[in-house]
């Protein structure tokens, strides 16, 4: 399995507060993805990173900010949550050699937000 | 723009009966087409892909999927499903020239659920 780990597995917390998510890889490879996991519409792209300090937005990138200071580990930051954004987030990654693409994927953060 | 469509959102099957999971993808460009697999409270995992040559592929755990350009589809089947095989499966495409897996698109996911 690829080493990737998220945290908090698990959260709640109420609107208007700040929240960060924690993706951390050993697998040294060069793309990192935050994804987001809502009924009916499958996985859906927040924002990703092609190398440390490189990031670019997807599409639902909205109220969603991150951060790679290195490249093991790459931060998604809710500002302000808002009760739209509970979900359930995977971090992803990509990368390795060859690359095919293929995403290989965390266990998930589930996030609630009151 | 590429855009994934599976076409049954839930498959309620009995054990040890065949199954097909639809997937049908628009491009205007090549493609590579996966399968993902999640079971509960897990991330997702690559079931199988296709980026080329023989337009069957096949997994460890007797999934096969075939690439059909003309009508567009890449359909996952079972000669034969096990309890084990109960889980929401994702088709993906992405341009076969990216780098990344920015432009991958996944479908809305087929829940797989086996009767005894």
């Known amino acids: 399995d690829a080493g990737i780990t998220q945290s908090p597995r698990h959260k709640v917390t109420e609107t208007g507060t700040p929240v960060t998510l924690r993706c951390h890889q050993t697998?040294?490879?060069?793309?990192m993805y935050w994804y987001r996991q809502d009924p009916g519409h499958g996985l859906r792209l927040i924002h990703y990173s092609y190398g440390v300090k490189d990031t670019d937005k997807g599409e639902v990138s909205d109220g969603y900010s991150v951060s790679r200071s290195k490249t093991e580990d790459f931060l998604l930051t809710l500002e302000s949550a808002t009760s739209s954004q509970t979900s359930v987030y995977f971090c992803?990654?990509?990368?390795?050699?060859?690359?095919?693409?293929?995403?290989?994927f965390g266990e998930g953060s589930r996030l609630t937000v009151l | 723009a590429q855009s994934v469509t599976q076409l049954d959102s839930q498959v309620p099957v009995f054990e040890e009966a065949p199954v097909e999971l639809r997937c049908n993808y628009s491009s205007s460009v090549s493609v590579y087409l996966f399968w993902y697999v999640q079971y509960p409270n897990q991330g997702l995992q690559l079931l199988l892909k296709?980026?080329?040559?023989?337009?069957l592929v096949e997994s460890i755990n007797g999934f096969e999927a075939e690439f059909n350009k003309s009508q567009t589809s890449f359909h996952l089947r079972k000669p034969s499903v096990h309890i084990s095989d109960t889980a929401e499966y994702f088709c993906?495409?992405?341009?076969?020239?990216?780098?990344?897996?920015?432009?991958?698109?996944f479908g809305s996911g087929t829940r797989l659920s086996i009767r005894p």
């Open positions: 992803a990654i990509s990368g390795g050699t060859p690359n095919t693409g293929e995403l290989f």
């Open positions: 697998e040294n490879h060069r793309y």
């Open positions: 993906a495409v992405t341009p076969g020239a990216s780098s990344s897996a920015s432009k991958i698109i």
């Open positions: 296709y980026l080329s040559g023989s337009t």
